[in-house]
């Protein structure tokens, strides 16, 4: 399973969806919610050093993600707090953080849409 998430932080969260599709094996453990959560929090520790920051902070952003379906659009999308936000590749973050959007929709363009 290492080596699985040591490619995910490679490759960034595309990766899950290359190796879901190598074998039956590789997306029955990549489809777990305990690897999407071992890959998020190696991911995360990889963006920030946590132990500078309050217990409050840290409480606040280092967080798991939910995977929704966009009620608009129907694509799958990872839906969290603001905060640290990015591909899931090892170091790199968004230069922004995230805005909060409407709950049930992947963008602000699919939310306008559906009014």
């Keep these: 399973m290492d080596t699985l998430e040591e490619v995910v932080l490679h490759e960034g969260d595309a990766a899950i969806f290359k190796l879901a599709l190598v074998c039956s094996t590789f997306r029955d453990l990549v489809s777990t919610e305990y690897f999407r959560r071992r890959a998020h929090f190696k991911w995360l ?25 966009c009620l608009q659009c129907g694509d799958q999308y990872k839906h969290g707090p603001g905060g640290y936000v990015g591909r899931g590749r090892r170091g790199e973050l968004r230069p922004l953080y995230s805005e909060e959007m409407l709950p049930g929709y992947c963008s602000h363009f699919c939310s306008q849409m559906s009014n």
């Design 45 to 69: 520790h990889s963006v920030c050093t946590w132990s500078r920051f309050s217990e409050q902070y840290r409480e606040q952003y280092f967080n798991m993600y939910s995977a929704e379906i």
